[in-house]
């Protein structure tokens, strides 16, 4: 019997046969990604019809048939679809999961409505998604681009209609945007879609009122995960019409449906949020490479420090580079490293710091002070037996939140209140120990104390709007120093910034993770970018023991190329990727040996497949315990991603064979933190 495979939203790495609808017998193919309701089980269920006019995988008294095809709308284009049975492939995930959580909410769920009705709604819906062009709206200037500018567009508007990959480098403030906005605006002159991805929400804003700004009269979408349903559902239903000319959006975006597609651009495509870290653990920037393939587009990743990864492509001919190595009106800023070994410092702050500060202060500036710790200091210490204040339900420390008077677990949200005498020892000296935000703010508070002093980090901007205002206020130069963490430290231009100070930062220096390095040069290169990015020019001071470290030097020097080729040369000798490819098994339960039993067993089982592959030991990760959970993992490495592959689906029978129920296990296939 012939049938069509559906995906539905099950943990099962299989489809369903149904038989096909009589209306669609005789052109078959028609039916493959429209969304279809069927009947599963006992109830209804939404599903995506993947393969149309098959042999059916069951007995035929068994198979059922599609309820309703909505033959409304359009079905999801190929290459959505082979993006999709890609990522479900690679990073061995359940096809229809994948498939249907792809989809905006409202698409995922059986309609209530009869047909008739449904329908009528959604005309309703298309009449209010299609945004009339404000004709009125003056379009900013297109300002002169520089010749490296010029370059880039001109590199990437040749390839039309064939796959390019191109990694567009540019200096912090060298007009990477500019070079998206013209590429951009030439599409939209071709009467194609751009797609454009961007690492966080907070930068859509941004990003979208420049493109607004540029293109009045074009219909322009944001699509990102807080975003009301109903919206999102229309961001998504414009794309896919190709109403919307302009898509910018969070990694979700790479899924949207673009008839029309002309290009995608990666921008910060270096930053670790374009990896999922639950579920479909997948990279956007990967598969958006895939997709620009699948659809012979260019594709554009940007970045002031692109992955290693990149780079190594774009060193290997995989890629083209191309470099944006100076600022358009504006200089670079020169950075300093402050050596603070032997000196005494104020809550951290070293009188030299200090004084720049009060210099910008005087000249009416603004300064920047960055520091990867919210909270007021990391731990609560006795000083007589050294116990730092422990968090009950993880094997982490809890952070003193000084203007709440609480101790918060920055892993798993457990609080208390301020103890005032050591638990172990009854000693009542408990001292702060280690630096965050709120002890840097009152620090200044403190020095400085004509300073309008400003905090951001995740507690200062839980309201919707926080961060908004905030910016608001620091354009309206209602603010002189500004205490924040790494949420300041992308994209955002201030021109009255002029100083950047960055305390705390060694820290990465030595943690075991190899990617610590390549975190620290990227933020670092991030936040000092944020000082004079007008006419006035700006400075960066960081603090450090370990002045003449490598990384602090090319920092200095803004020496993106001298740091990833010496970063490159160390992944090589010691086999880390981009020179081999890696999976992480992640494991956790209530009670340790439980986590301990299944990873070993599951190491067995792979070393039985015997895959050239090299398994390690299980280890507990840096945080071991969180919420009550142990946690516990597996790092799979080799030098062949097919090898790897191959091994991942032979072993992946094992890992859930294997599990019981009081073990949750995960595969992070390419992961970012092992
Ligand atoms: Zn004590
Ligand atoms: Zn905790």
């Known amino acids: 019997m012939r049938v069509a495979r559906v995906a539905l939203d099950v943990p099962l790495c299989t489809l369903f046969d149904y038989a096909m609808p009589e209306e669609y017998r005789l052109a078959p193919d028609s039916l493959v990604g429209r969304r279809v309701v069927v009947p599963f089980g006992r109830a209804r269920s939404v599903g995506i019809v993947l393969e149309s006019d098959v042999e059916a995988h069951v007995a035929e008294r068994r198979i059922r048939a599609i309820g309703r095809v909505f033959d409304d709308e ?81 590199a990437v508007l ?132 895939l997709r620009a393939k699948l659809r012979g587009v260019p594709v554009v990743l ?36 402050l050596d603070t070994r032997g000196q005494r410092l104020w809550h951290g702050l070293s009188g030299a710091l200090l004084e720049a500060l009060q210099a910008r202060l005087e000249r009416g500036e603004q300064s920047l002070l960055f520091v990867n710790r919210r909270g007021y200091a990391p731990v609560l210490m006795c000083l007589a037996c050294a116990w730092t204040s422990p968090c009950t339900r993880c094997s982490a420390r809890l952070v003193l939140h ?53 905090r951001i980090d995740r507690d200062t901007t839980r309201r919707r709007d926080a961060f908004a205002t905030m910016q608001a206020r620091i354009r309206a130069n209602e603010v002189d120093i500004l205490v924040g963490t790494q949420m300041l430290a992308k994209g955002h231009d201030f ?9 705390n930062a060694d820290g990465a220096l030595y943690t075991s993770d190899f990617r610590a390095s390549e975190r620290l040069y990227a933020q670092l290169t991030q936040v000092a970018g944020r000082a004079g990015r007008s006419e006035l020019a700006g400075e960066v001071l960081i603090q450090s023991n370990f002045p003449t470290h490598p990384l602090y030097e090319a920092v200095c020097r803004q020496d993106y190329a001298a740091f990833a080729t010496g970063a490159l040369d160390e992944r090589r000798q010691l086999g880390f990727p981009p020179y081999s490819h890696h999976a992480l098994l ?9 986590v301990d039993d299944y990873l070993a067993r599951a190491a067995e089982a792979g070393a039985a497949l015997r895959f050239p592959v090299e398994i390690y030991d299980p280890v507990p990760p840096l945080v071991a315990r969180v919420g009550g959970r142990e946690r516990g993992q597996l790092l799979v490495q080799s030098s062949s991603r097919n090898e790897l592959q191959r091994f991942l689906s032979a072993w992946y029978p094992q890992l859930e064979g294997t599990a019981t129920r009081s073990v949750r296990w995960s595969l992070d296939v390419d992961p970012l933190e092992v």
């Open 74 to 154: 359009p079905p999801l284009p190929g290459d959505v679809l082979e993006v999709l049975r890609f990522a479900s492939d690679y990073y061995h995930h359940p096809v229809g999961q994948v498939l249907l959580n792809a989809l905006p909410q409202k698409l995922r769920r059986v309609p209530v409505r009869d047909g008739s009705r449904a329908t009528k709604a959604a005309a309703a819906d298309t009449a209010q998604r299609v945004t009339p062009p404000a004709e009125s709206a003056a379009a900013a200037p297109e300002p002169q681009l520089t010749g490296a500018q010029q370059r880039a567009v001109h």
């Open 158 to 289: 040749s390839s039309r209609d064939t796959f390019a990959p191109f990694v567009l480098h540019g200096v912090t403030g060298g007009g990477k945007t500019e070079v998206y906005l013209q590429v951009v605006a030439e599409l939209l002159r071709r009467g194609r879609q751009a797609l454009v991805l961007v690492p966080e929400i907070n930068l859509t804003p941004q990003l979208t009122e420049r493109f607004r700004g540029r293109f009045p009269g074009v219909t322009l979408v944001t699509l990102h995960s807080h975003l009301a349903e109903g919206e999102r559902m229309r961001a998504w239903r414009a794309a896919q019409d190709g109403v919307a000319a302009v898509v910018i959006g969070t990694r979700l975006a790479v899924f949207a449906p673009l008839p029309r597609l002309g290009a995608i651009v990666v921008d910060e495509e270096h930053d670790a949020s374009y990896k999922q870290q639950e579920g479909l653990r997948y990279s956007a920037r990967d598969l958006a490479l």
């Open 302 to 337: 940007g970045s002031a420090t692109p992955s290693l990864e990149s780079y190594a492509n774009a060193m290997g001919g995989r890629y083209r580079l191309l470099e944006l190595p100076s600022r358009p009106g504006a200089r670079l800023p020169a950075v300093r490293c």
């Open 402 to 454: 000084t203007s709440e008077r609480r101790l918060r677990c920055h892993y798993c949200g457990h609080e208390e209140a301020v103890t005032r005498v050591c638990p172990t020892c009854g000693n009542q000296d408990l001292t702060p120990a280690g630096h965050g935000t709120q002890r840097l703010e009152s620090a200044l508070r403190e020095a400085l104390p004509a300073a309008r002093v400003l």
């Open 495 to 503: 021109p009255r910034l002029t100083l950047v100070g960055v305390v």
């Open 586 to 594: 992640r494991a956790e339960a209530a009670r340790r040996e439980r």
